[in-house]
């Protein structure tokens, strides 16, 4: 069983940063691929970002690129979401979510997930 727990959210202004975080219980985090998604309001969850156990592979959609940066730290048992340039399209709560393969997918395929943090971009 992992939990994980989200951080960082909050309101930022348009073309601004924030930094989530996420921190997972257990030993075997090294184990997992993890995953960043968010969902806003009246919308399906949506795939940010991916990267692999060892975090030298990392997988983004074509509208994340270039903005958004996925990072981990194994000894800390964190996976972060570096977002820059903000949008307020980019307003949702975001999820981390494990998954106990080596395989990245970009859908929902994953075992454990957070509760979520905020992230809101005004104008």
């Known amino acids: 069983q992992v939990q994980l727990v989200e951080s960082g959210g909050g309101l930022v202004q348009a073309g601004g940063s924030l930094r989530l975080s996420c921190t997972a219980s257990?030993?075997?985090?090294?184990?997992?691929?993890m995953g960043w998604f968010r969902q806003a309001p009246g919308k399906e969850r949506e795939f940010v970002a991916a990267?692999?156990?060892?975090?030298?592979?990392?997988y983004y959609p074509d509208s994340k690129k270039g903005r958004f940066t996925i990072s981990r730290d194994n000894a800390k048992n964190t996976v972060y979401l570096q977002m820059n340039s903000l949008k307020p399209e980019d307003t949702a709560v975001y999820y981390c979510?494990?998954?106990?393969?080596?395989?990245?997918?970009?859908?929902?395929?994953?075992?454990?997930w957070g509760q979520g943090t905020q992230v809101t971009v005004s104008s």
């Open positions: 257990g030993r075997t985090f090294r184990r997992y691929t």
């Open positions: 990267i692999s156990w060892s975090g030298g592979n990392t």
């Open positions: 979510a494990a998954r106990a393969s080596a395989i990245i997918k970009t859908t929902t395929e994953y075992d454990y």
